[in-house]
């Protein structure tokens, strides 16, 4: 493990300009290629069908749910994240046709399997879920990637939707991403997302070391962008703010090598959305153009 020094920085930002983490630690395992979650004590590295239990302490493997193999049933978790004592994972029938995806449920302390929810059939294939002022948050993501023995995109990467949802899951709202943070992580699509403590919505893509700042805004389908944060030690995939931390450590992972990483990032603040302009116009006044 390596301990680098603490720091953080405050700065306004706009959607093109760059911030940047620093890694606190580092961890090696043998399950972090898709994703990471994190609570109190622990760390859970997700594989495709396989998740490890860690100490946070000294990084030590203490218990692993193992699905076996990739023919199922659970064949590619993503994004995982620890809300009162469970474990919640996206998983998806990635990269197979027609799109499929669910939510599974982890108890933490046994790393026993102990629910599931489907989405069947939805809007492409599910990536990540976090919990955020009281609803459940995820994407779906779609791909301009051809997998192999099929003739069109999986999806078309323009498709992909961060959604908001009730209890049950059932799908309250959808935004889109900005144009030019899909140009960045096409071919490919959305694949982690975590909430911080400041209220903006952090996301990954699948292969760049970078996280997008994004805001809900106050009109339009659309995601506002307000920062990009430089993470150079990991390439995309899963992501989880350390909510048992007072200090801003988003947690990642490196695919290749099946690193995990404890990292800094410094505290983004940017103007409050703006309302649409507008005027309120009465009789002798009415816009006729």
Known sequence: MQLLLLWIVAISVTADERLRATTLETFDTFDARQGIAVDKQFFYAVNNFRITKHRKSDGAPILQWDGISEQGPLIHMDSGMVWKGKLYASHSNYPEWPMTSSVEVWDTETMEHIATHSFGIELGSFTWLDRHNGYWWGAFGNYDKVQKGQEIAYGQTIRTQVVKMDERFQVLARWTLPENVLRRIAPMSNSGGSWGPDGYLYLTGHDHP??????????????????????PEIHGQGIAWDRSSRQREIWGIRKQDRKVFRMQVPLVTAPVDAAIGSQIRGPGQFSQD
């Open 210 to 231: 970078e996280i997008y700042v994004m805001q809900i805004p106050a009109h339009g389908s659309e995601l506002r962008w307000v920062a990009t944060i430089e993470a």
